[in-house]
Nanobody
Framework: QVQLVESGGGSVQAGGSLRLSCAAS????????VAWFRQAPGKEREAVAA???????????NYADSVKGRFTISQDNAKNRLSLQMNSLKPEDTAMYYC??????????????????WGQGTQVTVSP
């Protein structure tokens, strides 16, 4: 069983930045696909970014079109921690953000059903 804990959410004004972090109970994310999803009230959960992680770090990255150029996924020095740097935030980025993981690279990077492990979420609120 993998436990994921998100941190770093908060409230910012449009144009501001936040850095989310996802920490796992496993020693390393090697061979995992780890993704960030978000869900706004009344909307479906959507993928924001995902990384395929090898023994030497991130091997592949995917971003939703809506965040390309603004969000960056990265692996911290700790092998079991992944971050999402969010710049130039917009009010439409307001949502609960979730870290999700699965223990292989199979399946899609954007379908919630393809991920078996989820964190509790961290709220991001962007005001105009």
């Amino acid at each position: 069983q993998v436990q994921l804990v998100e941190s770093g959410g908060g409230s910012v004004q449009a144009g501001g930045s936040l850095r989310l972090s996802c920490a796992a109970s496993v020693i390393t994310f090697s061979s995992y696909r780890v993704a960030w999803f978000r869900q706004a009230p009344g909307k479906e959960r959507e993928a924001v970014a995902a990384a395929g992680i090898g023994v030497d770090g991130i091997r592949s990255v995917n971003y939703a079109d809506s965040v390309k150029g603004r969000f960056t996924i990265s692996q911290d020095n700790a092998k079991n921690r992944l971050s999402l740097q969010m710049n130039s935030l917009k009010p439409e980025d307001t949502a609960m953000y979730y870290c999700a993981a699965r223990t292989n690279w199979g399946g899609s990077w954007y379908r919630p059903a393809d991920f078996g492990y989820w964190g509790q979420g961290t709220q991001v609120t962007v005001s105009p």
